[in-house]
C-alpha cells in the first residue's frame, strides 16, 4: 500500500502545476498509474486533500533524514533551527508550484485547521530531530514561535527570485534572530525581581500545559493523549 500510495503522488505531480491540488489531478493520477479508482480512494479517502497532505508530510521525512545525515554540532543552535527550515524548503524546491498550490489549498477555510496541523508538525519535527527535551510551556512555546517563522518563510520564498534564494535564507536568519531576542527579553524579565512577580500568574498558567506523554491531551501532531 505504501508503494502504491507513493506512486500516486509522484503521479499527481505534473498535474498539480496546471490544475493544483485538485479532483481532476487526482483523477489524473489515478488513470496514469492504471489503478482502480475503489483502491486509490481507500488509500486517499479525501482525493486530492490527502496527495497534498501526503506530499507536504514526505518533504517533512526528507528534512529529518538530512538532519540526521549532517553534521551540526560545530553550529549554534540559532544556525541549527535555521538549517530545519533551510532543508525542509529544499527538499520542496523541485516541486516549488506544488508547494504554491498546497498554500492556496490550505488558505481556504474549510481546510485551514489541516494546514495548520502541517506547518506544526513541521516545526515539531525540527525540534525532536534537534534533540529537544524541552518540558511542559516551552514545549508548546517553541513549536509554536518555529511554526511562526516557517510559514512567513514559507510565504517569502514563494515569491523570492533571487539566486540561489539568497533573500529567502536573509530573511530566514532574521526571522530567527527576533525569536532569539524573544527569548533574551524574557529571561530579563524572569531576572528581574518587579517584573518576574508581574508574571506569576501568567507563568503559572503555562506551567500547567504538558508536553506530550505528560497527561495533556491535544490533537495537535506530536501528541499522544494520555488519561
Given at each position: ?8 503522488l509522484?503521479a ?7 490544475d493544483?491540488w ?32 501526503a ?9 529529518v ?17 535555521a538549517?530545519?527550515?533551510r ?15 498546497g ?5 481556504l477555510?474549510?481546510?485551514a485547521a489541516e ?5 506544526w ?9 534537534l ?7 516551552n514545549?508548546?512555546?517553541?513549536r ?20 540561489d ?5 536573509e ?15 524574557k529571561a ?10 508581574l ?10 500545559l504538558?508536553a506530550?506523554g ?14
Open positions: 500500500m505504501e508503494d502504491l500510495k507513493t506512486k500516486i509522484d499527481s505531480l505534473p498535474h498539480v502545476a496546471f493544483g485538485s479532483k481532476e489531478t487526482f483523477d489524473a493520477a489515478i488513470e496514469d498509474c492504471d489503478i482502480d479508482p475503489g483502491l486509490a480512494k481507500s488509500i486517499y479517502p479525501r482525493g486530492a486533500l490527502d496527495l497534498a497532505i506530499f507536504h508530510k514526505r518533504g517533512d521525512a526528507q528534512m533524514a538530512r538532519l540526521k545525515s549532517e553534521n551540526l554540532m560545530s553550529m549554534r543552535f540559532r544556525d541549527r533551527i538549517a530545519g527550515v532543508y525542509r524548503l529544499e527538499a520542496a524546491a523541485v516541486d516549488k508550484e506544488a508547494v504554491r498550490r498554500s492556496a489549498l490550505f488558505a477555510p474549510t481546510n494546514g495548520a496541523k502541517l506547518i508538525g513541521t516545526a515539531d519535527a525540527i525540534w525532536t530531530a534533540g529537544d527535551q524541552s518540558k511542559d510551556h514545549w508548546y512555546t517553541k509554536t514561535i518555529l511554526s511562526a517563522v516557517y510559514g512567513a518563510t514559507v510565504l517569502f520564498w514563494l515569491g523570492d527570485e533571487s539566486e534564494n539568497a533573500a529567502t535564507w530573511f530566514l536568519d532574521r526571522r530567527i534572530d527576533n525569536v532569539m531576542q524573544f527569548e533574551k527579553v530579563q524579565v524572569n531576572a528581574n525581581p518587579v517584573a518576574s512577580k508574571m506569576a500568574g501568567p507563568n503559572w498558567l503555562l506551567s500547567q504538558k506530550p505528560s497527561g495533556f491531551v491535544s490533537d495537535l501532531p506530536g501528541h499522544t493523549n494520555s488519561k
